[in-house]
């Protein structure tokens, strides 16, 4: 399932370890980040890798909010729904996101560029609301501000 280079790659960072247990989650994400996913197959590599068993790394990756058991969009925008960002104004732009990109939580847009997933906090509280999208976080969120990132990804897509 794995290209070649993967497998030797993260074989070797495995071996350098005492317990190949603890590079469970690496393995998982370096997975996730060459599929875009962890599916089924990823789940019994990655088990197969670092000696468990397929139900253990299932249940790891169900847990962890940032690993993705099916396909997401090029941009994943995880939607803080903190205490914080609730009391300023989490659910206008979550309902501004929603309309703009035409879909609800946990959905994709038909050209595969953006999926909406809510997460309980972002670490930006100081400049909520805020979404993190790729790894990188926008805070003080207004519907023209996220009207520029989408239209700054989209152009960046094409």
């Known amino acids: ?13 495995i071996a350098a370890v005492d317990h190949p247990r603890e590079m469970v989650v690496d393995v998982i994400f370096a997975i996730q980040e060459h599929f875009g996913y962890l599916s089924d197959e990823g ?6 890798l670092v000696g468990m ?3 253990e790394v299932e249940q790891l990756a169900t ?12 941009y994943v925008i995880h939607v ?7 009391m300023n ?3 206008t732009i979550k309902d501004y996101l929603s309309k703009k990109l035409g879909i609800g939580d946990g959905e994709t847009t038909p050209d595969g560029l953006f999926t909406l997933l809510p ?8 400049r909520s609301p805020a979404i993190l999208i790729n790894k990188k976080v926008h805070g003080n ?18």
């Open 53 to 55: 068993s397929p139900l």
């Open 63 to 74: 847990f962890y909010t940032f690993i993705y058991r099916e396909p997401v969009g090029k």
């Open 119 to 126: 997460v309980c906090c972002v670490g930006y509280c100081d």
């Open 1 to 13: 399932m794995l290209p070649e280079e993967l497998r030797k790659s993260l074989e070797a960072k």
């Open 89 to 91: 104004g989490f659910e």
């Open 80 to 86: 803080c729904d903190s205490v914080v960002c609730w």
């Open 141 to 158: 969120l207004t519907p023209e501000k996220i009207d520029e990132i989408i239209e700054e990804l989209k152009a960046s897509a094409s």
């Open 43 to 48: 789940v019994e590599e990655t088990a197969r």
